[in-house]
């Protein structure tokens, strides 16, 4: 059985710039089918999806908040705009791909960037995750120097955090999970000037 026929849910990647790309290569590189789509029509991206694989299909935004996990690779500014796609996010499964550097501390309300975007998606459940490398080491095979690349992945729900970490494990990375948004949250975002401690920390794991 393909890890495609063997998945547990459907996949959505909103943002098809440099992240959304690289995160797309993850998913084909496995063989695993994941919708892309931005606020354009799918035309316009169609031949940018189709040279990344048969796997990655280009869809409306509409089509793509459907899925039971989306992955948001969009700017951080723009995630209000992603969540007017539903009304209620319940069933599904967020995350966090943002990172806010050089967005007004003011406008975090002294909250981690995360939990900002938590509250916008609501009924939703929220994990943040795979923004802490930069997209050229995120688009390439995370099997290095006989061990993975390292996600750090952080959630408010234990339940959502296993799940994305199992998805990580199947894209073939190692993920370390660092607790909750007010804990872990705050270790791989960005916020004003300032860039969390395990931002661009290029991790290896042995297995």
Do not use: C
């Amino acid at each position: 059985m393909s890890k495609s026929e063997n998945k547990a849910a459907n996949y959505a990647i909103v943002g098809f710039g440099k992240i959304g790309q690289a995160l797309a290569r993850a998913f084909a590189r496995n063989g695993i089918e994941v919708s892309v789509a931005t606020t354009r029509q799918p035309e316009g991206f169609a031949s940018a999806a189709a040279a990344i694989g048969p796997e990655i299909i280009p869809a409306t935004l509409a089509e793509a908040v459907k899925a039971d996990i989306i992955f948001l690779a969009v700017r951080f500014e723009s995630h209000p705009d992603v969540a007017k796609a539903l009304p209620n996010w319940q069933g599904k499964t967020i995350i966090d791909v943002t990172n806010a550097y050089g967005v007004p501390l003011e406008k975090l309300g002294g909250m981690p960037s995360a939990q900002v975007v938590a509250q916008a998606f609501t009924g939703g459940k929220l994990v943040k995750g795979f923004n802490h490398l930069g997209a050229a080491i995120l688009g390439q095979d995370p099997a290095v120097h006989g061990g993975r690349r390292v996600v750090f992945l952080a959630s408010d729900d234990e339940g959502a955090a296993a799940e994305i970490g199992a998805l990580a494990e199947n894209l073939g990375f190692a993920p370390v999970k660092l607790g909750g948004l007010s804990e872990g949250g705050l270790l791989v975002q960005a916020h004003g000037n300032t860039w969390g401690k395990l931002i661009f920390q290029d991790l290896i794991k042995f297995d």
